[in-house]
C-alpha cells in the first residue's frame, strides 16, 4: 500500500476545486441580501422620519430634504419619494403618506441573472397629522 501514498496528494485540491463554487455563490449570495436588507431598513427609516416631520406642518421639500439626509449612503439618483396628498389638502387630524421607492442594483454576477436587476424596494409610512 505504500505506492498509493503518493497518488492522494492532489485529493485535497480537487475536493477544494469541487466545494470552492458553491462556497462563492452563497458568500456572494449573503452580500447581496445584506445590501438588500440594508437598503431596506435605510428607506424605511427614512419614510418614518420623513412621514413624522411632514405630520407637524413642514412642507414637502422639508420632507424632501429630510429624506435625502437620512439616505446618504443609498445611490440618490435611484431614490423617489412621494407625499401625498398634497400640501392644500392636509387638515388637522388627517393622515400624511411618504412613500419612498428604490432601485437597488444587484451587483453579484450570479445574482444578478437570477434576482430582478434593478432590485426594487419600497416603504411606505402613514402618520396622523397634528
Known amino acids: ?15 477544494f476545486s469541487l466545494v470552492f463554487p458553491i462556497l462563492l455563490i452563497l458568500l456572494l449570495g449573503i452580500i447581496e441580501f445584506g445590501q438588500i436588507f440594508y437598503s431596506y431598513l435605510t ?19 422639508e420632507i424632501e430634504t429630510i429624506v435625502l439626509q437620512k439616505t446618504k449612503s443609498l445611490d440618490q439618483t435611484s431614490l423617489t419619494v412621494t407625499i401625498s396628498p398634497a400640501p392644500n389638502l392636509r387638515t388637522s387630524g388627517g393622515q400624511i403618506k411618504v412613500t419612498i421607492d428604490y432601485s437597488l442594483t444587484i451587483i453579484a454576477p450570479i445574482w444578478r441573472d437570477i434576482l430582478p436587476n434593478p432590485f426594487p424596494i419600497s416603504a411606505e409610512t402613514v402618520m396622523r397629522l397634528e
Open 1 to 15: 500500500m505504500k505506492w498509493l501514498r503518493g497518488k492522494e496528494e492532489g485529493q485535497s485540491l480537487v475536493e
Open 43 to 61: 428607506i424605511q427609516n427614512a419614510s418614518r422620519d420623513g412621514a413624522r416631520y411632514g405630520s407637524v406642518w413642514v412642507t414637502d421639500t
